[in-house]
Structure formats: structure tokens, C-alpha cells
T-cell receptor, first 114, second 114 residues
Framework: AQSVAQPEDQVNVAEGNPLTVKCTYSVSGNPYLFWYVQYPNRGLQFLLK??????LVKGSYGFEAEFNKSQTSFHLKKPSALVSDSALYFCAVRASGSARQLTFGSGTQLTVLP | SAVISQKPSRDICQRGTSLTIQCQVD?????MFWYRQQPGQSLTLIATANQGSEATYESGFVIDKFPISRPNLTFSTLTVSNMSPEDSSIYLC???????????FGSGTQLSVL
């Protein structure tokens, strides 16, 4: 079975400060890891993914995430937060080579305060 | 990337009625997926719709309640049958990219059942 944990329901950060949204996962074999963002009344938008290669993955809108195999983590980061980054963020995982579809975390509501 | 048009974007329905949600993709895709996002919850996969065969339902979802059609490689419908207030959710259509590594999502259908 595969699972994703996002331990924080809510993250608040001041504009201009760095932000981190946490994600840990459990999967058999090598993981494919993803971050999606959901703005109000919108579908999910893809931010970035880790498939293989460098542990630090860069994505859209200045976001990046670091894959840490020993800690089974894939935290989302951004050096300087913008008010427009306020949204709901989902981490997702599936096993490489698996036909199973993505398993999503419970989501973290990010609020960037002006 | 894939552009997905989903409609209706929202609807308010009476208990006991049915609603059909349409999903149109701008390119041919093998697999289409239907997700449910209940209020304050993460995404749960309802079923995988393959063209030319019956949909594959996840545990807890049945064809009588959520019949799916997939008449061609660019279109699918999900029907929510005999609705109750517990069916109030956002329903999302998604498709895999060329390598099926990541998913693209429609903007969702916000369903409220009175």
C-alpha cells in the first residue's frame, strides 16, 4: 500500500519569508513524488515532480522540493513567499513501474500574510 | 500538457436525482480518471475509465452509483446517481500525460445536494 502524510493542515508565513510545506510518504519500491496546488474554485495544477536524478527538484512559480530517501520526505519549499502563493497544496505519490494511480495527501492550506 | 474542459462547473441538485458530469480533453488519451474531493478532504480516486472497456472502480465505489462512459479517446462522463447530501463534493476529471508520469486536472464540478 502507498500513503502520503502532510502533517500540517495549515501553514502561515509572512510575505518575503521562506516557506516549507512538509510531506512524508510510504511506498513499495522507488517513489514517483508530486506536488500540486489548488486555488479556490479551481482544479489542481501541477507544480513539480521527482522521478529520478537530482534530489532537489525545481518547479513552477519558484517552488522547489527536496527528495530525502532516508527520511522518506519530499518537502516543498520556496525562498521568498508571495501573497499569491496562498492556496491548498497537495503532495502525491505512486510507486515507479506501478499501474496504481496517485495517492494524495490530505492537503496543507498555505496562507502568506502581507 | 493537456487542456481539460469539465462541465458543469457547479450545480445544486435535489436528493434522489442524478447528475452527469462531462469531461472533454483536447488530445487523445488512453486513461482518464475521476476523483472526488469531499469538503475539507483530499482527493479520492473513484474510477479509471479506459476507452472500449468498462471502468475500473476503486474500493468503496460501485458502478450503479457512479456509472461512467468513455465513448472515445477524448471524452468521458461520470454520473452521480440517486444523490444524497453525502454526495456533495467536488468531482474532478484527470488524464495522464504522454508518459503517464503526472496528471492533468479539469477545473472540477462543485456539487451540492439538498
Amino acid at each position: 500500500a502507498q500513503s502520503v502524510a502532510q502533517p500540517e493542515d495549515q501553514v502561515n508565513v509572512a510575505e518575503g519569508n521562506p516557506l516549507t510545506v512538509k510531506c512524508t510518504y510510504s511506498v513499495s519500491g522507488n517513489p514517483y513524488l508530486f506536488w500540486y496546488v489548488q486555488y479556490p474554485n479551481r482544479g489542481l495544477q501541477f507544480l513539480l515532480k521527482y522521478i529520478t536524478g537530482d534530489n532537489l527538484v525545481k518547479g513552477s512559480y519558484g517552488f522547489e522540493a527536496e527528495f530525502n530517501k532516508s527520511q522518506t520526505s519530499f518537502h516543498l519549499k520556496k525562498p521568498s513567499a508571495l501573497v499569491s502563493d496562498s492556496a491548498l497544496y497537495f503532495c502525491a505519490v505512486r510507486a515507479s513501474g506501478s499501474a496504481r494511480q496517485l495517492t494524495f495527501g490530505s492537503g496543507t492550506q498555505l496562507t502568506v500574510l502581507p | 500538457s493537456a487542456v481539460i474542459s469539465q462541465k458543469p462547473s457547479r450545480d445544486i441538485c435535489q436528493r434522489g436525482t442524478s447528475l452527469t458530469i462531462q469531461c472533454q480533453v483536447d488530445s487523445q488519451v488512453t486513461m482518464m480518471f475521476w476523483y472526488r474531493q469531499q469538503p475539507g478532504q483530499s482527493l479520492t480516486l473513484i474510477a479509471t475509465a479506459n476507452q472500449g472497456s468498462e471502468a475500473t472502480y476503486e474500493s468503496g465505489f460501485v458502478i450503479d452509483k457512479f456509472p461512467i462512459s468513455r465513448p472515445n479517446l477524448t471524452f468521458s462522463t461520470l454520473t452521480v446517481s440517486n444523490m444524497s447530501p453525502e454526495d456533495s463534493s467536488i468531482y474532478l476529471c484527470s488524464v495522464g500525460g504522454r508518459t503517464n508520469e503526472k496528471l492533468f486536472f479539469g477545473s472540477g464540478t462543485q456539487l451540492s445536494v439538498l
